[in-house]
Each structure stands twice: as C-alpha cells, then as structure tokens.
Antibody, heavy 120, light 110 residues
C-alpha cells in the first residue's frame, strides 16, 4: 500500500523558517517524481513545487521561488520542503504527493497533510 | 499560467447524473495525451485521484465516474450519483508549469 506521511508542521512566526518532511513507503520512491501541494483554510488546491525522480530538476510556483526548496533523499525514501522567510499567506495544509511520470505527470497519491500556520 | 474554470457548485438528486465541467485557457493536450486530471476531496480529507489523462479511471475508483473531453473542454460525469459522492471536485492540468487547479465544484444534494 502506498503511504505518504508528512511531518514538521506547526505554528511559526512571519519571517522564520520551517522544514516539512514526507516519509514514503509501499513503492519504489526513486522511480517517481514528487510534489508539494497546499491548501489554505477554506480555499482550493495550489501546486507549490515538484522534484524529479533523481532530484536533478526542480520547479516552483513564482510566489515561493527563492524562499522554498524542495529536495529528496532516495536512500531514506523521504521528501522535504524547506520553507524560509515565511509569510502569513503561506498558512495552509501542505500535502506531499507522488507524481507519475507515465500517466501524464498526474499526482496519484497524497499524504494526509501537514498544517502550517504563519502568525505572530 | 493556464487558468482552469469550474462552476462553484452543482445540485443533484441521488441516482441522477452529475456533469461537472472544466474549461482551460489554453490547450492542455500534447501528442495525443490530455494532461487533465480530476480529484475528489471530502471535508477534512486529502484529495483523491479519480481520473487521469482526461478519461482514464484511477485504480479502485467506481465505474460510475468517467471523464471526457480534449483540448480546452473537459467533463467529469458521475452516473448515478450516490450519497458518498457528495464532495468537492477539482480539475488540474499538468501540461505546463505552474501546474494549476480549478477552483473546485461542490457537489450538493438537491
């Protein structure tokens, strides 16, 4: 069974940093791209960043470019999102997702989400 | 960025057909593949993949869900609607970065 388990969320002050982790199991992690998608309270879904299967390529939405870094450790089957210079508008539930290369890059598995609140 | 437009809500009766549309600001097809996907989200839960590449049913999803369309016009159909289908449905394109989602269509009971 494919499992994605996020951790590392919580309350953080504006301008500070936070790192999210996503532990993957039930599939060969190094064969898949991975992505982060967020959802602000009562709002819709917003793609944040994607990383290729081997970590050689990364993509970000403009609003997080230069502040967030997506990375992965294939030996540990773990995905990360380092978030710096956090803003109130980054408050959201952050979902770790698996990206299927052969199925139109669809995000076919989702974690339960990690809540991040940016507030003083 | 590619903008995806969905109606905010749809009221439907149980055992009837629900049709949810998604229109994109640009063509999301490439080499015969539609980079359009559909997700279901219930309150307090993570999204779940229903349909990928426009019309392919994801693993474990009941056959009463189907997807159609190409280019800039896509449709998710639920027939017949069951009580468990009451949720918000999102379309999403993966043709170009940034990946974008529609605002979601909330399926409600009439």
């Amino acid at each position: 069974e494919v499992q994605l388990v996020e951790s590392g969320g919580g309350l953080v002050q504006p301008g500070r940093s936070m790192k999210l982790s996503c532990a993957a199991s039930g599939f060969t992690f190094s064969n898949y791209g991975m992505a982060w998608v967020r959802q602000a309270p009562t709002k819709g879904l917003e793609w944040v960043a994607t990383i290729s299967y081997d970590g050689s390529s990364t993509y970000y939405r403009d609003s997080v470019k230069g502040r967030f870094t997506i990375s992965r450790d294939n030996a540990k089957s773990t995905l990360y999102l380092q978030m710096n210079s956090l803003r109130s508008e980054d408050t959201a539930t952050y979902y770790c997702t698996r990206s299927s290369i052969i199925r139109g890059r669809v995000m076919d598995a989702w974690g339960q989400g990690a809540s991040v609140t940016v507030s003083s | 960025d590619i903008v995806l437009t969905q109606s905010p809500a749809l009221a439907v009766s149980l055992e009837q057909r629900a049709t949810i549309s998604c229109k994109t600001s640009q063509n999301v097809d490439n080499y015969g593949i539609s980079y359009m996907h559909w997700y279901q989200q219930k309150p307090g839960q993570q999204p779940k993949l229903l349909i990928y590449e426009g019309s392919n049913l994801a693993s474990g999803i009941p056959a009463r869900f189907s997807g159609s369309g190409s280019g800039t016009d896509f449709t998710l159909t639920i027939d017949p609607v069951e009580a468990d289908d009451i949720a918000t449905y999102y379309c999403q394109q993966s043709k170009d970065y940034p990946y974008t989602f529609g605002a979601g269509t909330k399926l409600e009971l009439k």
